[in-house]
């Protein structure tokens, strides 16, 4: 009958009465009824696709509420994938002569049930021949002993699931074998009851209720639409290449799915043995999703391991299972290999665990509610884990130790119980590219000679650090957005010795960075902005190196450095830091909010300090960068904070180099305790809302060849001992140099001018030398003493001292001199392009 005979709409209602195989013979008719047919809409589709019992909601069982993209496509994949089996038998090289033999009319179906051929299935299996069907009625089927598979057959359930319940357990001894519509439940003598050591078996739509699936290699597996449950499993050693597709495991005591390498001795044979089952096999696995989001395709491309290990189909392949209210999901040893992509973890103890020198590639998975950490890696494990949503976990999301080095790029690591991701015991790893955020602790925490490296990462809302390294955690922290954290953005204690590099660290609730007692680390060139405590925070007990920072507009302190044993304050405490309201050299910081945090938090069970014994030696331990004997602040720029700019309470030495300290709202730099020597050399302090330098009593200061340009008030007060060398003291609203109390002091070989009040006072009882000075008027109005000291004054002597003043000339430019120290010019000119720089012929 010809098509045009009718009109498309009476053609399709007529073909939606057809059953599907009465569909597939007018679909061979000619092209015209080809086309006819696959014109069906998408409804008619849907109704044959989930009326074979065989076939399930292509997006069971993680999204059965998502409509596929087409329901015919989803059928026609269910179709070929029925046929996979067929594809690994010993007549592969000749395909097509199996599929002639397929269609052969002596291929026998078997019935097996009451009142059918067969009544039991051992029956049915011992007349069988190469690829019959064997097709059980509605029952429960019972074998008291190990049943054998020896020719390639079909066992298919007939009617919906549930109807057909197998109590065996089945040995193949045979090279492929398909499964389907069946339930399986373990013979009273056995827990496994199916096992194959050599051939495929290929599982559709069964269940298994406290049974185990047992593969070994070179045997192979595919399941697709299977349920395991009441503590079901499926075992995987040695296998080369396995699928277990859209599945659903619960209840498991232990874990779900076992994924071992093989055995010691077989370690090399099966790598250069065990290959892929079939070429078609593995084109059907090739059809796994490369769609990648753009920054994963940028990771891709500039680290080719990384892309070798997203392309890789070797070992245990998971997609679209999901794993709930159990123990355990995957269990990979061994050597094991396994890749999982677009499962869904729930409400387990564990997720993933990946141990001894095992390989992982997880994709696009979602880890949430596990009681313990989502991901476990340990022994050397490694892999790829990219694109996962990794939330709301009991403990850590990701656990990386004992050597384990994965690389983590793109994933959304958030709103965990505890922290992010935590390295310790000499793990490793690559993270890189993440969005860590709402952890309730750190987002990163570094421990027990972790040492990972960290970059590209957005790290951000934690409620407590952003990342915390100390117990001797290392690693190399670079070019990560770390804000809006509720403690430090980065915090270092207890031996940690980090290289924290090139960060943003901004918008935090607390300080910057705080490097607690014992800290260590080299931090340079990081951006620490708009924080509401310090930009930096440094216990006087710790070692680090602070180069080339750029720690501006925070609301306290710029960088802080305080004694460890000092007491909190409470002013501290309730937000009114000193310094905001004028002094700026009052008052301490909080010893350490996360001093009391319990460092065995992320210990499992039973493994309690286990890795001591893995750890680097001591040597091993220490950074390879410069050594150092004194904590350095060298480059920095301190520019717009809340209060000091630097503010030193400290019982140990500390060395401040060629740092940039302008505009802060304080005083520039405030020593107020410093037992041991603070060395401030080539710094330039300028335009800070109260004094340049302020240095309180029983403090030892070194300072020398720096430039105090145009505070508030004084350019320079000392209470302390030390020395005063060399420095260019210009424009300040108060005193050039105000030397009072008890101090012992050398001020030497400086070129002071004030804009009003005195160059240089020495006031009370002040011992030590006032010489080859250069003393210059400032403004032309000033009428104060340039060189003043208390009468009756005789420990401290004034001599060689150079006084200049302007000349009549009233319209000369003032403050600034010719030549500043060329360590300071560069900066000065950078802060002010514009100044009109002076030539000494405006002065007598």
Same mark, same amino acid.
């Given at each position: 009958?010809?098509?045009?005979?009718?009109?498309?709409?009476?053609?399709?209602?007529?073909?939606?009465?057809?059953?599907? !195989?009465?569909?597939?013979?007018?679909?061979?008719?000619?092209? *015209?009824? =080809?086309?006819?047919?696959?014109?069906?809409?998408?409804?008619?589709?849907?109704?044959?696709?989930?009326?074979?019992?065989?076939?399930?909601?292509?997006?069971?069982?993680?999204?059965?509420?998502?409509?596929?993209?087409?329901?015919?496509?989803?059928?026609?994949?269910?179709?070929? *994938?029925?046929?996979?089996?067929?594809?690994?038998?010993?007549?592969?090289?000749?395909?097509?002569?199996?599929?002639?033999?397929?269609?052969?009319?002596? =291929?026998?179906?078997?019935?097996?049930?009451? /009142?059918?051929?067969? +009544?039991?299935?051992?029956?049915?299996?011992?007349?069988?021949?190469?690829?019959?069907?064997?097709?059980?009625?509605?029952?429960?089927?019972?074998?008291?002993?190990?049943?054998?598979?020896?020719?390639?057959?079909?066992?298919?359930?007939?009617?919906?699931?549930?109807?057909?319940?197998?109590?065996?357990?089945?040995?193949?001894?045979?090279?492929?074998?398909?499964?389907?519509?069946?339930?399986?439940?373990?013979?009273?003598?056995?827990?496994?009851?199916?096992?194959?050591?050599? /051939?495929?078996?290929?599982?559709?739509?069964?269940?298994?209720?406290?049974?185990?699936?047992?593969?070994?290699?070179?045997?192979?597996?595919?399941?697709?639409? $299977?349920?395991?449950?009441?503590?079901?499993?499926?075992?995987?050693?040695?296998?080369?290449?396995?699928?277990?597709?859209?599945?659903?495991?619960?209840?498991?005591?232990?874990?779900?799915?076992?994924?071992?390498?093989?055995?010691?001795?077989? %370690?090399?044979?099966?790598?250069?043995?065990?290959?892929?089952?079939?070429?078609?096999?593995?084109?059907?696995?090739?059809?796994?999703?490369?769609?990648?989001?753009?920054?994963?395709?940028?990771?891709?491309?500039?680290?080719?391991?990384?892309?070798?290990?997203?392309?890789?189909?070797?070992?245990?392949?998971?997609?679209?299972?999901?794993?709930?209210?159990? %123990?355990?999901?995957?269990?990979?040893?061994?050597?094991?290999?396994?890749?999982?992509?677009?499962?869904?973890?729930?409400?387990?103890?564990?997720?993933?665990?990946?141990?001894?020198?095992?390989?992982?590639?997880?994709?696009?998975?979602?880890?949430?509610?596990?009681?313990?950490?989502?991901?476990?890696?340990?022994?050397?494990?490694?892999?790829?884990? @990219?694109?996962?949503?990794?939330?709301?976990?009991?403990?850590?999301?990701?656990?990386?130790? %004992?050597?384990?080095?994965?690389?983590?790029?793109?994933?959304?690591?958030?709103?965990?119980?505890?922290?992010?991701?935590?390295?310790?015991?000499?793990?490793?790893?690559?993270?890189?590219?993440?969005?860590?955020?709402?952890? %309730?602790?750190?987002?990163?925490?570094?421990?027990?000679?972790?040492?990972?490296?960290?970059?590209?990462?957005?790290?951000?809302?934690?409620?407590?650090?952003?990342?915390?390294?100390?117990?001797?955690?290392?690693?190399?922290?670079?070019?990560?957005?770390?804000?809006?954290?509720?403690?430090?953005?980065?915090?270092?204690?207890?031996?940690?010795?980090?290289?924290?590099?090139?960060?943003?660290?901004?918008?935090?609730?607390?300080?910057?960075?705080?490097? /607690?007692?014992?800290?260590?680390?080299?931090?340079?060139?990081?951006?620490?902005?708009?924080?509401?405590? $310090?930009?930096?925070?440094?216990?006087?007990?710790?070692?680090?190196?602070?180069?080339?920072?750029?720690?501006?507009?925070?609301?306290?302190?710029?960088?802080?450095?305080?004694?460890?044993?000092?007491?909190?304050?409470?002013?501290? =405490?309730?937000?009114?830091?000193?310094?905001?309201?004028?002094?700026?050299?009052?008052?301490?910081?909080?010893? &350490?909010?996360?001093?009391?945090?319990?460092?065995?938090?992320?210990?499992?069970?039973?493994?309690?300090?286990?890795?001591?014994?893995?750890?680097?030696?001591?040597?091993?331990?220490?950074?390879?960068?410069?050594?150092?004997?004194?904590?350095?602040? +060298?480059?920095?720029?301190?520019?717009?904070?809340?209060?000091? &700019?630097?503010?030193?309470?400290?019982?140990?030495?500390?060395?401040?180099?060629?740092?940039?300290?302008?505009?802060?709202?304080?005083?520039?730099?405030?020593?107020?305790?410093?037992?041991?020597?603070?060395?401030?050399?080539?710094?330039?302090?300028?335009?800070?809302?109260?004094?340049?330098?302020?240095?309180?009593?029983?403090?030892?200061?070194?300072?020398?060849?720096?430039?105090?340009?145009?505070?508030?008030?004084?350019?320079?007060?000392?209470? &302390?001992?030390?020395?005063?060398?060399?420095?260019?003291?210009?424009?300040?609203?108060?005193?050039?140099?105000?030397?009072?109390?008890?101090?012992?002091?050398?001020?030497?070989?400086?070129?002071?001018?004030?804009?009003?009040?005195?160059?240089?006072?020495?006031?009370? *009882?002040?011992?030590?030398?006032?010489?080859?000075?250069?003393?210059?008027?400032?403004?032309?109005?000033?009428?104060?003493?340039?060189?003043?000291?208390?009468?009756?004054?005789?420990?401290?002597?004034?001599?060689?001292?150079?006084?200049?003043?302007?000349?009549?000339?009233?319209?000369?430019?003032?403050?600034?001199?010719?030549? !500043?120290?060329?360590?300071?010019?560069? @900066?000065?000119?950078? *802060?002010?392009?514009?100044?009109?720089?002076?030539?000494?012929?405006?002065?007598?």
């Amino acid at each position: 009958m010809e098509v045009g005979s009718l009109p498309m709409e009476l053609w399709r209602l007529i073909l939606a009465y057809l059953p599907l !195989p009465d569909l597939g013979r007018c679909c061979q008719v000619c092209r *015209a009824w =080809r086309e006819l047919v696959l014109s069906l809409d998408n409804t008619r589709w849907r109704q044959l696709c989930l009326g074979c019992s065989e076939c399930r909601h292509p997006n069971w069982p993680c999204q059965p509420h998502l409509e596929p993209p087409s329901w015919r496509e989803a059928l026609r994949q269910h179709a070929l *994938a029925t046929r996979t089996w067929t594809q690994n038998g010993p007549e592969l090289q000749t395909s097509a002569c199996l599929v002639f033999f397929r269609r052969r009319k002596d =291929r026998k179906i078997w019935h097996v049930g009451p /009142g059918c051929e067969f +009544e039991t299935l051992r029956g049915a299996l011992g007349v069988a021949g190469p690829y019959d069907r064997v097709v059980l009625h509605p029952g429960v089927y019972e074998e008291q002993a190990e049943l054998a598979i020896k020719v390639p057959v079909e066992l298919v359930g007939l009617g919906t699931l549930g109807e057909v319940a197998l109590l065996v357990c089945m040995e193949q001894q045979c090279p492929t074998a398909r499964l389907c519509n069946l339930v399986f439940m373990p013979p009273w003598f056995s827990t496994v009851v199916y096992k194959t050591s050599w /051939g495929h078996v290929q599982l559709d739509n069964c269940n298994f209720e406290g049974a185990q699936l047992q593969i070994r290699g070179p045997g192979t597996c595919q399941a697709r639409f $299977c349920s395991f449950s009441q503590n079901s499993s499926v075992h995987l050693v040695g296998v080369a290449l396995s699928l277990l597709d859209s599945c659903d495991f619960s209840g498991s005591d232990t874990a779900s799915v076992t994924v071992e390498g093989p055995p010691t001795s077989e %370690k090399k044979l099966g790598l250069q043995v065990h290959g892929c089952p079939g070429k078609d096999f593995t084109n059907l696995l090739s059809t796994i999703s490369n769609t990648r989001a753009l920054t994963f395709q940028q990771e891709l491309e500039r680290d080719p391991e990384a892309n070798m290990l997203a392309a890789a189909t070797l070992g245990c392949i998971l997609r679209r299972c999901l794993f709930r209210d159990g %123990k355990g999901g995957v269990h990979i040893s061994n050597y094991g290999q396994a890749r999982l992509e677009g499962n869904i973890f729930r409400g387990l103890n564990y997720a993933v665990r990946c141990i001894q020198n095992s390989t992982i590639v997880m994709l696009r998975n979602e880890v949430c509610e596990c009681r313990a950490s989502g991901v476990f890696l340990r022994l050397s494990a490694q892999g790829l884990i @990219a694109e996962n949503n990794i939330h709301s976990n009991g403990e850590a999301g990701l656990d990386i130790r %004992k050597g384990a080095n994965p690389i983590i790029v793109c994933n959304k690591i958030h709103s965990g119980l505890r922290s992010g991701v935590v390295i310790l015991g000499n793990g490793k790893g690559s993270i890189r590219s993440n969005h860590i955020y709402n952890n %309730k602790e750190a987002g990163v925490y570094i421990l027990f000679s972790g040492n990972p490296v960290v970059s590209g990462n957005h790290i951000f809302q934690g409620q407590a650090a952003g990342i915390a390294i100390n117990e001797n955690g290392r690693g190399i922290i670079t070019d990560n957005v770390i804000r809006e954290n509720q403690w430090g953005g980065v915090d270092i204690r207890r031996g940690g010795d980090p290289i924290l590099k090139n960060n943003y660290i901004c918008h935090g609730y607390s300080d910057g960075v705080v490097v /607690g007692e014992r800290g260590r680390g080299l931090i340079e060139g990081n951006h620490v902005y708009s924080n509401k405590g $310090c930009g930096v925070w440094v216990m006087s007990s710790s070692l680090p190196q602070l180069l080339g920072n750029f720690i501006t507009h925070n609301c306290m302190y710029g960088l802080a450095v305080f004694c460890r044993k000092d007491p909190e304050n409470i002013e501290v =405490r309730e937000g009114n830091w000193p310094g905001q309201d004028g002094d700026g050299v009052n008052g301490e910081r909080r010893g &350490g909010e996360a001093e009391g945090r319990d460092v065995q938090e992320n210990l499992e069970e039973g493994e309690l300090f286990a890795w001591e014994s893995d750890l680097d030696s001591e040597d091993e331990r220490h950074s390879a960068r410069r050594s150092i004997s004194v904590a350095l602040v +060298e480059g920095n720029c301190m520019s717009y904070n809340g209060a000091v &700019g630097l503010y030193v309470k400290s019982s140990e030495p500390l060395n401040a180099f060629s740092n940039l300290v302008n505009c802060n709202q304080g005083t520039g730099i405030a020593v107020q305790q410093s037992s041991q020597l603070t060395r401030l050399v080539a710094n330039c302090i300028l335009e800070n809302g109260r004094g340049g330098v302020a240095v309180e009593k029983d403090s030892r200061v070194e300072l020398r060849g720096n430039g105090v340009y145009e505070n508030g008030s004084h350019g320079v007060i000392f209470c &302390g001992n030390g020395q005063i060398v060399e420095n260019d003291v210009l424009g300040n609203c108060g005193y050039g140099i105000q030397v009072s109390g008890n101090a012992d002091i050398k001020v030497l070989r400086n070129r002071v001018q004030p804009a009003q009040g005195c160059a240089i006072a020495v006031l009370g *009882a002040v011992r030590g030398v006032v010489h080859d000075n250069v003393v210059f008027q400032g403004h032309p109005g000033n009428k104060k003493t340039l060189l003043y000291m208390d009468s009756g004054n005789e420990s401290c002597v004034l001599r060689n001292n150079s006084i200049m003043k302007h000349n009549n000339n009233t319209f000369a430019p003032v403050w600034i001199l010719e030549n !500043p120290p060329l360590a300071h010019k560069p @900066a000065l000119l950078l *802060a002010f392009p514009h100044l009109n720089i002076l030539h000494d012929s405006e002065f007598l």
